[in-house]
């Protein structure tokens, strides 16, 4: 394994923090020809990233393309064309207090200075480059530390960096555990994590003994709810897919399904059939389908399964050295009758091609059922009913939720990706990216032709009102 020494380590928060006070990042020129950058970067080195990719995961080109290579160059775009008005202050109405034409206020935002982004394996290409571009947008010198796991992915991007970014101003730093220790002993201007929570709790309290910010993506057991009113059919190949993509190991990935009781039965067949269609009678032989990242993820997949082998309706063939295991159904029942929350499935999120299902009496029960567990970091609801969609949205709590539909919200970068909870703090992706490594500056600007008394000792008590009204 690569790792980075550790002598040029020790300070490299503060040797970036140099280059960032001489102001370089500040420029929209610099912060666009670095955007621009890594698009080349993206476009220049296709095939070398997908097959990168393809010895960590497994993983389809097709996905590939879509899940990681698209969504880079999209926040590369979205970026570029909107930067100039996020960069600009944002002018505020002052009170009459502060008189209408001899005051003016605005917000204006300040890059932060240095930043850390640590990334997970699952996604080891455009988690990567979008925090980096969130930084670079934002004005911020970056340090990228990713996934040891995805070892051909990292080392692939430690090689190009350097050779499409400014090199005084992005970094990145290979390793593990004793290498990602010695950065968070750094301070740092702000640290964006995505990851599981133990790691997250890590860094959170390393970001808090320098009071450094932190954004926190941490994923959890996103759930899914399917009405008795919908296309099964649709709905079983949307929950499929985004279910299976990546072989279950998306962050955002249904990790269960509540069902109406009424329409289990027609669910669990519609979605053997998708897989079946997806990925032909057996997944091994698909090259659409991925592996699981290594062999001791694979074993704590093969371990819950095990604990509900007789409910598995459709798949569970494991193969640990090829880091295979089949898409996988597993019934656990009713909610009530057959206690489905004990089951190890639904303890701890799965991340892995297994997808429990579960059904309930009521949208009630359902929603009972999912503020039951901790806040996830998706919600996905498929149903007809525009009241049944309000009434799940209004009494649920989750970082980002779809309706009819799976995954395709993190494809959007007008809207923030982030968690709440236990599933993460803060957001990125677009404007939210932008912002979150932003410091919103309040700049309030006074002339000096004129100067109230009013508000200056000694005090008159009779003119207090009038100071009150103009507050």
């Given amino acids: 394994r690569v790792t980075t020494k550790m002598a040029s380590m020790d300070n490299l928060a503060g040797d970036l923090r140099k280059t960032f006070y001489t102001d370089v990042t500040h420029a929209i020129k610099w912060r666009t020809t670095q955007l621009k950058a890594i698009g080349k970067l993206v476009e220049e080195n296709r095939e070398a990233l997908l097959e990168a990719i393809k010895k ?78 969130a930084a670079l947008a934002a004005g911020n010198c970056v340090v990228l530390k990713p996934s040891e796991m995805a070892e051909h992915s990292s080392a692939l991007l430690a090689d190009l960096i350097p050779k499409y970014l400014d090199n005084n101003c992005v970094r990145v ?46 994923g ?67 090259e659409d389908y991925g592996r699981i990242v290594n062999e001791r993820h694979c074993t704590r997949l093969q371990t819950l399964l095990e604990g509900s082998r007789d409910k598995i309706v459709c798949g ?51 929603i009972s059922f999912i503020n039951s567990r901790d806040k996830p970091l998706a919600l996905y609801i498929f149903s007809k009913s525009s009241s049944t969609q309000q009434e799940i949205l209004d009494r649920t709590s989750s970082g980002s939720a779809v309706i009819n539909d799976a995954l395709m919200q993190y494809s959007m970068s007008s809207l923030p990706f982030g968690g709440v909870g236990a599933s993460g703090m803060g957001a990125y992706h677009g404007e939210y990216g932008f912002k979150a490594l932003s410091h919103m500056r309040a700049v309030l600007n006074k002339t000096t032709w004129m100067d109230l008394s009013v508000r200056y000792p000694p005090y008159d008590m009779s003119k207090l009102w009038m100071l009150e009204k103009m507050l």
């Avoid at 059939?273 to 057996?282: L, P, S, V």
Wanted: hydrophobic fraction near 45%; charge should be negative; glycine fraction near 10%.
């Fill in 220 to 286: 959890g057991k996103s759930p899914t709810y399917v009405d008795k009113d919908v296309d099964i059919a649709i709905a079983a190949r949307r929950i499929a897919w985004g279910k299976f993509f990546n072989a279950g190991q998306t962050c955002i990935a249904p990790d269960y399904v509540l069902v109406h009781h009424e329409s289990k039965s027609a669910l669990v067949a519609a979605l053997k059939d998708m897989i079946g269609k997806f990925y032909g009678d057996n997944a091994r032989n698909s």
């Fill in 316 to 366: 569970g063939e494991v193969d640990v050295p090829s880091k295979f295991i089949a898409p996988t159904l597993v019934d656990l029942g009713t909610h009530g009758a057959d206690h489905p929350e004990a089951a190890p499935l639904m303890q701890d999120e799965l991340f892995g091609p297994i997808l429990p299902i579960i059904g309930v009496d009521s949208v009630g029960t359902a």
């Fill in 173 to 218: 730093v290979l390793g593990g555990i004793a290498e990602t220790t010695i950065l968070l002993n750094q301070k740092w201007d702000h640290i964006l994590y995505t990851g599981n929570g133990t790691v997250g709790r890590i860094i959170l309290k390393a970001a808090a003994d320098h009071l450094t910010p932190v954004t926190l993506e941490l």
């Fill in 56 to 133: 960590d995961l497994g993983r389809s080109p097709y996905e590939s393309v879509l899940g990681e290579l698209a969504t880079v160059t999209g926040e590369v775009n979205y970026a570029c064309s909107n930067l100039k008005s996020w960069m600009a202050p944002t002018a505020v109405s002052t009170p009459l207090a502060q008189v209408k034409g001899m005051s003016s206020a605005c917000v204006t935002p300040q890059p932060l200075g240095v930043v850390l982004v640590i990334t997970p394996w699952n996604y080891p290409v455009s988690l990567p480059l979008n925090g980096i571009v």
